[in-house]
């Protein structure tokens, strides 16, 4: 029912008045008020004139369930997204895709969280994301079963995803190989990507790619000042996360059916900020080195070349640019 009085509400120019809301829905007056009420609580600002009825002011930047089931409809991604599930506070939204796995056949779901406790990064890092003023969230896709090798790519294709899908927003912004969504303007980090597979031999069950964005922050913890920023701080514009997320779901959903043909990557090679540029790579084991980066392979592997003309394919570890704030070397 909160549902449906969220959509009166939104839909309503003026004031809707109880008794017309209890009788389009069935239920007595004394349940609409209290879900108005309820409305209130997760912060809706909800005007109630006697004699008139209630009345939704603006357009808040709200996330919940209700919130985001709306916008998906208005967009028609109702289709993409089967399922959606929020929580104000969780540890985070890979693990709440992850445990609901096996209870999503052959759907796509959505999971959101307003607060991560246990937000990560790549190599196990700690991810920023106590705060209500960024966007995190995770898909779970059950595909037809594929190797685990044909879904090696799927940070690379989510980061492209979310890479146009921001500069659909006017944010110029570019990817750091492999997941890292870099503002231009600044050099600074925006978001990034994590992404898990969930295997049943050795074919992908389902995949998990969790996205972290910075939406609203005006400011960041001290070690992070000058290595992170936001689409507040880019742009100076106020999104509210829903419109995000809804622009970040349409360009996953129209290039999804195409992810196998990989002439996405195409596009990837042309947002990319490491190639063409000097860069230090640090193995997960061994001595950091650097070289220029100067080509991504059709396996979505960096060709680096280092100081002796030798050419190197890396396939991971970390990688910084020189140059970039966000990606120091």
Known sequence: MKLKILQILKNKQGYASGEQISRQLGVTRTAVWKTVNSLRKEGYPIDAVPNRGYRLVGEPDILSTAEIRIHLQRAGLDRFVGTVAFKQKTDSTNQMARFADG??????GLFVAEQQTAGRGRRGRNWHSDHKEGLWFSLLIRPKQMSAEHFSCMTLFAGL??????????????????????????????????????????????????????????????DLTNLATSIFLESGNHFTRAEVLITILHRFAERFPAYGDFRWLADYRSNCLTLGREIKVSPAFGTPWTGRAIHLNDDGELLVEDANGVRHVVRSGEVSIRGLPGCKM
């Not at 898990?196 to 939406?215: A, P």
């Open 161 to 222: 995803c979310v890479a146009e899908a921001l500069n659909d927003l006017g944010i110029n912004t570019g990817i750091k190989w492999p997941n890292d969504l870099i503002a231009i303007a600044s050099g600074r980090k925006l978001g990034g990507i994590l992404t898990e597979m969930i295997l049943e031999d050795s074919d992908v069950r389902s995949l998990i790619v969790g996205i972290g964005i910075n939406v609203a922050a005006k400011k960041f913890p001290e």
């Open 103 to 108: 209870q999503q056949p052959n759907q796509v």
